[in-house]
């Protein structure tokens, strides 16, 4: 695949390019260009990304940050099972537990809630930071919706990160996320409050909260260009034109015909002035 020519690879985070030093330096500088179009096209193109990842994961599967990369893309493109295998393999390799909660969320995607809380309740969530911790207990209140277990949803996502006022990277999603199932269960006016909330934490737009925020409301956006359009005056219908216009010539016409009347007159006149 072609890869522009301001991608040089050495974009990519210094650890990952430290794994790839492994390998000979024109195949570490190909790989790493790769993995520079997956980070960059992960969110906007999935699809596109996962292209690149599956280069990546040609020349270099045994490589962990490869394998990783390769998992994400197939994670953003829905490809679940594939994402799996690749996490689990990035997992071997590592022995890192970070990818924990993502490859329980695969296992969401394909339809297996039930193991996606095994997962919640394993010893390897005690290994996560506080961010993994609450991308978990993400994973798992999703995992509850799944089976139709609503209130228990709700208890899931309650916990001393949701109630703090301090703003972390999560916070956003884990209060849209709890204002999502209170909704859900029917509890507007407390989805409500923790819409606002979650929109006065998302500071980069990562969720559609104020959006969410505002159907509560009732408040409807209007197209700009539809309102635009509505306020151009209508032309004139051409049938008014032309009435116009047929008025314009009997009145023009109007003259011509008084003349010929006046010369019969006088043609009349002078045949008695004759006689």
């Known amino acids: ?88 393999a990035a997992k071997r390799m590592t022995g890192n537990v970070d990818l924990w909660p993502v490859m329980a969320d ?60 301090s703003v972390q990277p999560w916070t956003a999603r884990l209060r849209y996320a709890y204002a999502d199932a209170l909704l859900a269960a029917g509890r507007e006016s407390e989805a409500r409050e923790w819409f606002a909330k979650a929109v006065e934490a998302d500071r980069d737009g990562s969720t559609d909260a104020s959006d969410r925020l505002a159907e509560l409301d009732g408040v409807e956006f209007v197209d700009a260009m539809v309102e635009d359009e509505d306020d151009e005056a209508p032309a004139p219908p051409k049938a008014n034109e032309a009435a116009v216009e047929n008025e314009a010539a009997v009145e023009n016409e109007a003259p011509v015909e008084n003349e010929v009347d006046v010369e019969r007159e006088n043609d009349v006149k002078s045949e008695n002035d004759k006689d």
């Open 106 to 165: 695969c296992e969401r995607g394909l339809g297996r809630p039930e193991k996606a809380l095994d997962m919640a309740g394993a010893p390897e969530v005690h290994k996560l930071d506080k961010a993994g911790q609450v991308e978990m207990r993400l994973v798992a209140a999703g995992a509850r919706r799944d089976i139709g277990q609503l209130d228990a949803a709700i208890v899931t996502l309650q916990s001393p990160e949701l109630a703090a006022n």
């Open 1 to 88: 695949m072609p890869i522009p020519e301001d991608v040089t690879g050495d974009e990519i985070d210094k650890d990952v390019r430290q794994e790839l030093q492994s390998l000979p330096k024109t195949l570490a500088d190909d790989v790493a260009r790769n993995l520079v179009m997956v980070a960059r096209l992960l969110d906007e193109d999935p699809e596109g990304a996962y292209g690149y990842s599956r280069v990546a994961l040609r020349l270099a599967s045994r490589v962990a940050a490869v394998r990783e990369a390769a998992g994400f893309a197939a994670y953003a493109s829905q490809k679940y099972s594939e994402a799996l295998a690749e996490f689990r």
